[in-house]
């Protein structure tokens, strides 16, 4: 028999330091937030925010409200935006705030539905835009951007004014929802202008109690200003396009309380690092993060393609890891406007390192460029229902690391695991995926966990289990429940809810491993279970042959006479689970569609043709669909609704061949040798051409879907471009399109010798550009309300 995997978890350590960082809440607020050496807290406990982030300018406005409401469903508690500069000013001394562009309406927003509210003010954004977000009209000045000249700071100041003004009274001290600002980004080696900046922002008008940077690339900040938050990406594509999959990525698949990611952006920097102390950064500051990859785009010379498991494994490792704060880049998708005097991506032609789509910022985001649900907006959000409930316990608890690790960043075969704990309790993390290179299964796998204080060591599963490629998970250990005590579990706990006089805790089980449950002994006075068997062994109540699903209820009583329930879903059923408030109560929602919660109203998004939801506790009434009364059945625990007979199905859209592609057009490079995409003038003249009418009668939301090979495409109405995409081997969704159109599509082969990495299974269909099939996609908003 294999010997368990060990770890030690440390005695608490010294109380973090408190009061040493000049960051103040407003005087009176009901929970004001504060920065510890460790962590932060809000109204006093321990806080664990989830920020997502959705850029505004890139998305309609009238669209936003509902988008919002799905990214608090998915468990994101504040909203991060860049305060893109030339999407407002392209023109000088023309500064816009209206449609799309309107950051009031838009904070405001974030306000009405509870969500915290992040601005990202630059000057300099980044964020894959024309000039990193400077504008043309400044960048032609005689000045150096990026730096305290007089020529640059003047105009900043103005921007950073008119920002102030559309964002007055909504900072704390006036109720909103402005809880962090963050300066600049990327800038490393400029601590003195990120202070100039900061203080700038501060006497035009600017507030939150953080103020924040990025602090990857061995950034250098002003002493104790600044917030620093960090990042890590499951891909790249800033790298080169025969570069493989980088080290920098590779990482962030291993538990290491290294926080720095030297890889993001070195495209725009060197990758030495550049004088900051890490350490002395992590003795003062908590490990927060702001840019965790939840997606990746795509530039012309390299094309990553990410799965949900690659961003749920790099999201669960980072909180094993010790993050405080899960900050997503991006969480929703967009699309670049189209400027007045030249289109607004990042490209060679104004002398940066990535040739970038026109128009897509989809960003293979949770929620997509035209707001589609994708399965890792599933993945993370069963982590963010248990943030939601045990963050509190975790953003207290430290990282502890095995005693047996990793050998390096090319060890697949050593086991990558550790604990959260606080002397007392934890949580046991385990990551057995990582991209591109599948790691093993581990079989005959057990751990020991020593707590501190003579506390019996944990030894858990029961007898060895073997964990499977692909899994990461997270296990509780010694959680009270209501006043029972888990001492283990071999599932993930999800979240909590009240339901029939009984706390019950949801936990997800892992494909591949039995679930059981030991119960500390002392703290029940009985337990029923539906199914498996019970044992007491040395103190602990052991639930061992539990199938999994919506009726695996573990009824517990506790010594003091309150009721527990211990729910253990499937895997698959258990990323199906929102939780929100709905009809006068907290409830859990099981839907393999997209739900929010908007006051009394539960809205389903979906493109089944009878869509259903389950609920716990059901109401009491049963709930209303398009004017009808719906009645529910029983599903374990749960009461299901199914509602809706037909539409929402795909429809194929017939696609005409208007004209083959040509040869493909010569290579052409730009920046750093790296290869630039076709001219315009190829798409008139030697790509593919195909045309798909739009329906009079297009349902609202409705998006066409086509399957297609190539290396370029380019969407047109008339003459306008609507959408266009480099090729990974992934469908290409097109929305937004007026009812009755012509839809031309063009599409370029790639060339054979062109420098361009695609993913390698779609590879040799760069080579052909065509398109195969095409449908619509038509889903539907379900209204449900209480009768």
Known sequence: MAHPHRLRVPAPAA???????????APGVPDPIEVTSRRLTRGGRPWFPVSGEFHYSRYPEGEWEEELLKMKAGGVTAVASYVIWIHHEEIEGRVRFDGNRDLRRFAQLCARHGLDFIPRIGPWSHAEVRGGGLPDWLLARDCVPRTDDPGYLEPVRVWFTAIAGQLRGLDRGHGGPIIAIQIENELYDQPGHLLTLKRMAQEVGLSAPLWTSTAWGGVRLPPDELLPLYGGYPEAFWTEADGGWPDTCRKHFFFTHQRDDEGIGADLRPTTVRGGDPDALADRFPWATCELGSGMAVAYHRRPRLHAADIGAL????????????????????TNPLGERSTLQESHATAYPNDLPVLTYDFQAPLGEYGQYRPSYHELRLQHLLLADFGHLLAAMESVLPERLPEGQHDRDTLRWAVRGDGASGFLFVTNHQPHEPLPDHPDTSF???????????????SPVTVPAGAYFCWPLRLDVAGVRLEWATAQPVCTVDAGGRTVLVLAATDGIAPELALDADTVASVGVPSGDLAEIDGRVLVTGLRPGTDALVEVEAVDGGRVGLLVLDAATARTVYRGAAWGAERLVLCGDGVVFDGDELRVHSAAARPSFAVLPAPEHAPVVAGETVAGEADGVFTRYSFGVGGGEAVEAPVALVRPAGPAPEPTTGVLGRASVPADKYFDTVAAEYRVDVPEHLPEGAVLRLWWSGDVGRAYVGDALVADQFFAGRVWDIGRLPAGAAVRVKVLPLHTDARVHVPPDADDAARTAAVTRAEWVTGRIWAVRSA
Request: charged share 10%; net charge positive; aromatic share 14%.
């Open 15 to 25: 109380p973090p330091l408190t009061g040493h960082l000049p960051f103040t809440d």
């Open 315 to 334: 999201g669960l490792t980072k909180i094993g890891c010790g993050s405080v704060w899960q900050g997503y880049y991006m969480f929703h998708g967009g």
């Open 448 to 462: 020991r966990v020593a707590f501190p204080g003579g506390a019996r060591d944990l030894t858990l599963p029961s």
